[in-house]
Structure formats: structure tokens, C-alpha cells
């Protein structure tokens, strides 16, 4: 596969240019498609309401029941944070929906592709909400208004004051999909963990399986895109890397969250680094590579210098993050010490 095309010129000479974006889907095509016929004879199928303890529930007060209180919450305050951002990030799915069919078109494969992934995110959304309204884990009312909030403000990458780098090609959205849906897997696995509840659990297993295979087919195809065209695809993953967000950092308080989120161990630093940038960086094998040219190879070094840096990032806040819980736990003990001691 070539890097470049040519172009045939009014004298008659051949102009080497770089491929367009709809040259790269054409080119890829192929890729997403087998890529998409893997997918669906790994994915395996299954129902939002098979995890979902409906002998739980209970009526809300419109119904005759009563309104939801912090105690009816069987799961812990960081299971909650991390709960509603995991379903509020699914939430946002008519702009992730638009913005993939806008880079990858909704022509062939590609179109297969984006609404097959469609169907599977939504599902994602479905469950969790479903889970969480019948067991009473959180506020449904602060989750619709929260919902209404995020969904009209939309996902739109360096628009609209959000985020500073929004994608300028196919190259840009299919680097930010693959590393965005190993985190998504990474923050699912660990919620499950974090609310130490069985079927909590299993349901987000079963979503971050999904994610797992949403990345394989994204990761797939950047593969093919780096042999193609590698100092184009390089500059994707640099730009990209270098000031990536998750997608729900237009949800409210996502800041304050994002720091319960990474203390409580769902998802940090090191986490992003050791588990998401650093094996889909060797999957591609970037720094083995012998095709990266000129501008590609500068820009290859600066990946090495990002990744340095955020390694020392990720042990300062892995540091920063041991200061904190033994701060608290000194205080946890301080507490239940006096509290002792009170008379009776
Ligand atoms: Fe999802
Ligand atoms: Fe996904």
C-alpha cells in the first residue's frame, strides 16, 4: 500500500500528493469490513434486562411510591461518582453517532460499522440506566436533569469551549475512538468492581467486553491506516494523545468527579498510561518502525518526550494519591477513635 497517490499534471507529469480523506476511507474499506465480519462473529448478544434485580424495585412517588433518598443507595459514594459518569458518557451517543458517520461516512462498511456500533452503545445506556432506576443506586431525578444537560450541550471536540482539539480527519477520529474505547473498557471494569455488587459486576463486565471489542476493530483499522499512510497516521496519535479527554468532560462537575474517579483507582493517570496509551502504542508498534519519514520521525520523538513526561506525571499523582488515602484513613481513625470515647 502506498503512503502517497499521484496525480496526473496538465504537461503530463506525475505530482506525488498526500491521500485525501476520502482516498483513506476507500483505501480502508476493505479493512473496516473485515474487520466488521470479525466483530460479529466474536461479539456475543445479550439483553439490558438480564441484568437488572426488577424484585428490587420499588414505585416512585408519581406512582404512588416514594421519591429516592441517599440511604435507599446500596453502593458506595465513589460507585455512584463513577456510575453516573459511565452513563451519562454513554448518554451523549446521537454526537458520537454524528460525529463517527461524519469521519467515516455511512457509505459501505464504514456504514455498517458505525450503525452496528450504534445499536451496541445504546444498549450500554439502557442497561446501566435501567440498573440504576431499579435498584435505587442513584438520584433519578439529578441523572435526567444531568442527562438533559449533556445531551443538549452534545459532544463537539474544539467547538463550543470544549476541549481545546477537535478531529481534523478521519485519521484524528479513528486514533481518538481507539484509544477513548480501551478507556471506556478500563472505567466500566472498575465501576463493576467499585460498586461490590454481583450483578452490578456482571453488567460491567459485559459492557467492558464490548468496549474491548469496539477498540479491536478501531485498533485494527489504525493498523492498516499506519502502513498506508504512517507520518499522516502519526500525526493523529500525537495530536490526539497529547490532549485527549474522555468524552463525558462536558458532563457537570466532570473535573471534581474525574478526581474522586481517579483517587478511588476507576480510572488514573497511570491507568491511562499503563493500560491504554502505552499497549495500543505497541500493538502498532510505533517505535519499532522503519516507514515514518521527515516530519513522521520528529514527531515519533515527541511521543517518546510525551510519554516520558506523563510517566513522571503518573508518579507524582500516584504519590500524591498514597499522601491522600493514608491522610485519610488517619482521619477515619481519629474519627471512630473520639467517637468511642464519647460517653453514651
Ligand atoms: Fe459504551
Ligand atoms: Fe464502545
Not at 205 to 233: C, Q, T, W
Amino acid at each position: 500500500m502506498a503512503t502517497t497517490t499521484t496525480t496526473t499534471t496538465a504537461d503530463g507529469g506525475q505530482l506525488a500528493r498526500t491521500l485525501t480523506d476520502v482516498e483513506l476511507l476507500r483505501e480502508l474499506e476493505p479493512v473496516a469490513e473485515a474487520g466488521l465480519n470479525q466483530h460479529l462473529a466474536t461479539t456475543k448478544d445479550w439483553s439490558p434486562h438480564d441484568y437488572v434485580p426488577w424484585s428490587d424495585g420499588a414505585n416512585y412517588a408519581a406512582a404512588g411510591g416514594r421519591e429516592w433518598d441517599v440511604d435507599d443507595s446500596g453502593i458506595s459514594d465513589l460507585a455512584r461518582v463513577a456510575m453516573i459518569t459511565n452513563l451519562l458518557t454513554e448518554d451523549n451517543l446521537p454526537s458520537y453517532h454524528r460525529a463517527i458517520a461524519e469521519s467515516f461516512t455511512v457509505d459501505d462498511a464504514w456504514g455498517a460499522w458505525v450503525n452496528r456500533w450504534t445499536v451496541e452503545e445504546n444498549r450500554h445506556g439502557t442497561a446501566l440506566r435501567d440498573y440504576l432506576v431499579v435498584t435505587r443506586a442513584v438520584d433519578p431525578v439529578e441523572l435526567e436533569r444531568a442527562r438533559m444537560l449533556q445531551v443538549t450541550a452534545g459532544f463537539s471536540p474544539g467547538q463550543q469551549g470544549q476541549g481545546t482539539v477537535g478531529p481534523e480527519s478521519m485519521l484524528d477520529t479513528l486514533v481518538y475512538v481507539t484509544f477513548q474505547e480501551l478507556a471506556t473498557r478500563v472505567s466500566h471494569r472498575n465501576t463493576g468492581r467499585a460498586c461490590d455488587e454481583p450483578i452490578a459486576d456482571q453488567l460491567l463486565k459485559r459492557v467492558s467486553a464490548d468496549e474491548n471489542l469496539h477498540m479491536i476493530f478501531y485498533r485494527g483499522v489504525g493498523a492498516a491506516a499506519l502502513d498506508l499512510s504512517p507520518d499522516r497516521a502519526i500525526r493523529a496519535i500525537c495530536r490526539i494523545l497529547s490532549s485527549f479527554q474522555m468524552p463525558g468532560f462536558s458532563i457537570p462537575n466532570f473535573r471534581r468527579n474525574a478526581v474522586k474517579i481517579a483517587v478511588g483507582g476507576i480510572y488514573d493517570l497511570r491507568q491511562h498510561l499503563d493500560e491504554v496509551i502505552m499497549p495500543v502504542l505497541r500493538y502498532w508498534r510505533i517505535f519499532e518502525r522503519d516507514d515514518f519519514t521527515g516530519e513522521g520521525l520528529r514527531l515519533r520523538d515527541e511521543l517518546a518526550v510525551f510519554i516520558a513526561y506523563t510517566e513522571v506525571e503518573a508518579d507524582r499523582f500516584d504519590e500524591s494519591k498514597a499522601r491522600y488515602l493514608e491522610r485519610d484513613a488517619r482521619k477515619a481513625q481519629r474519627l471512630s477513635a473520639r467517637s468511642s470515647s464519647q460517653p453514651v
